[in-house]
């Protein structure tokens, strides 16, 4: 099959695309060293503020191992984007915070994230909009289904 027809190529070819676009303006707005998954964590951090996360939680939200997460968690807390907390019921346990520079920068970062979406959709109607979602959704059941026969 052509690369022009290949479903995986053209989305992960879309998805360089936008990610080089988002960081490039990151970048030029002052952010040198942001990485997706340093984005990832602060909006799960961002977006969980109303329980306690721990690194477990955030190896298995990312299926990422124990020492990689630990080493994005070093370089995030030393750039002062989160912090440690122990808890009072067990001193080992050490609680995810994001700090005000943390959220300062995910919203940042949100923000530039609907402003590139907003220009990446400048002149498709909102009904070929509309086809291309709905598209995206019968694709991911596709996959998902795939997926369970394979656990079988």
């Not at 080493?71 to 989160?82: A, D, R, T, V």
């Amino acid at each position: 099959m052509a690369h022009e027809q290949d479903i995986g190529y053209q989305v992960r070819k879309l998805d360089n695309m936008m990610m080089r676009n988002l960081f490039s303006y990151v970048k030029k707005h002052g952010e040198n060293d942001l990485t997706v998954m340093h984005e990832w964590i602060l909006g799960y951090l961002y977006e969980n503020q109303d329980h306690e996360i721990f690194q477990k939680e955030l190896e298995t939200a990312f299926s990422i191992g124990r020492s990689s997460v630990t080493n994005i968690l070093s370089l995030m807390e030393k750039k002062g984007y989160l912090v440690r907390q122990s808890v009072k019921r067990d001193a080992r346990l050490k609680k995810l915070v994001l700090t005000p520079a943390g959220e300062r920068l995910h919203l940042r970062t949100v923000s530039v994230i609907e402003i590139l979406d907003k220009r990446t959709k400048a002149g498709i109607p909102p009904q070929q909009l509309q086809v291309f979602f709905d598209v995206i959704e019968k694709l991911k059941a596709n996959l998902e289904k795939q997926r369970e026969e394979n656990e079988c």
